[in-house]
């Protein structure tokens, strides 16, 4: 047990997780899906979509035959919905391209939509037992500080380092043990913050823990100012209905259902009159907040504007009853908005 996958796959066996809703089989598409939801998501946040996006589509037909809005519902409030949409396009392709039966090599799921190289190996190992290298960014974050490797991950040489040493630890053997073990290795030991160094079983010879370097690598991304973006959300309320418009499919929410945006300095009253034909009988100014991307903040100023029975509908945009509102494919900020309206 000297070397380090070994110890890796050792350490697994007596503490990794082995309980979790998508272990404990070698299931392509489940392995698929729950490698899909847990990039830039926590494994405690996502167990409960994952059971309920497996309820709803069991299998691969089911979740092809679907259409999009279904999906995204279902995914809504996990966020990075490019995801939903990649998911849902892969199942299609896959049933389409390849009879239904899930690609099994490294090189063929990552012609998959969503699907990178790091992703496709991991579903091939842990589905079809494939000797690859995983690089997420809890096996980043070991491999820097066990093989010394300065820098940002995200830089493009220190990521290749990063590979060159992942392929040159994989064991002949119990792919699967270790490469579990390495995700929980980096999900419970060695984390971002005061990793547990005297519990991982590569600490002897780890370069970060040896040297006193354990609080320097990796190094972090390099910190960028983040734009900041201002927005008027309009609640538009006609006999206990909720105007939703329906977002464009590339960008911010893409396919998701959304309210109606405005830039701050814009009357509401009067744009619902001009661009819609609606008349306001009563407008109120909701508390505002601050929702956060990786890339920019949105400052969101929601107003709520009861109005007088409508004409019509828009194009693009649907009515849908308040308390229904919630069962769309809303954005987290939107959903949460609804939300107040709905209990209040």
Not at 14 to 43: A, C, F, K, N
Not at 298 to 306: A, C, F, S, T
Request: with cysteine; aromatic share 8%.
């Amino acid at each position: 047990m000297n070397t380090f996958a070994s110890r890796i796959v050792h350490w697994h066996g007596h503490h990794g997780r082995h309980d979790l809703p998508w272990q404990s089989t070698r299931d392509p598409y489940r392995i698929w899906l729950s490698e899909i939801m847990l990039q830039q998501t926590q494994v405690a946040t996502v167990i409960p979509y994952f059971r309920r996006f497996v309820a709803r589509f069991p299998d691969l037909p089911a979740l092809a035959a679907a259409h999009e809005d279904e999906v995204l519902a279902v995914w809504s409030g996990l966020g990075y919905y490019s995801r939903a949409r990649h998911l849902h396009a892969a199942a299609r392709a896959i049933v389409a391209g390849h009879a239904g039966a899930f690609p099994a090599t490294p090189a063929a799921l990552m012609q998959l939509p969503g699907v990178g190289r790091s992703t496709a190996a991991a579903i091939a190992a842990l589905a079809f037992g494939q000797h690859c290298a995983i690089l997420d960014g809890n096996v980043k974050r070991i491999l820097a500080r066990h093989g010394g490797i300065a820098g940002w991950p995200g830089d493009r040489k220190v990521e290749s380092a990063l590979w060159t040493l992942a392929e040159s630890l994989l064991p002949r053997t119990a792919i699967e043990a270790y490469t579990q073990g390495m995700m929980d290795l980096g999900a419970l030991v060695c984390t971002r913050s005061r990793p547990a160094c005297a519990a991982c079983p590569v600490s002897a010879d780890c370069i970060a823990h040896t040297q006193d370097r354990v609080r320097e690598l990796p190094a972090p991304r390099p910190r960028k100012t983040l734009p900041e973006r201002q927005v008027q959300m309009l609640l538009l309320l006609d006999r206990g209905e909720l105007m939703l418009e329906k977002r464009p499919s590339r960008g911010i929410w893409g396919s998701l259902w959304s309210l109606p945006e405005l830039a701050p300095d814009v009357d509401a009253a009067r744009h619902c009159r001009d661009h819609f034909g609606f008349v306001a009988l009563d407008q109120q100014n909701l508390p505002p907040f601050t929702h956060s991307f990786t890339h920019f903040r949105l400052h969101i100023r929601p107003v709520r504007l009861q109005l007088a029975p409508r004409p019509g509908t828009p194009p693009g945009r649907i009515w849908i009853p308040l308390a229904d509102a919630l069962d769309a494919a809303l954005p987290t900020p939107v959903r949460t908005l609804v939300g107040q309206l709905v209990h209040q």
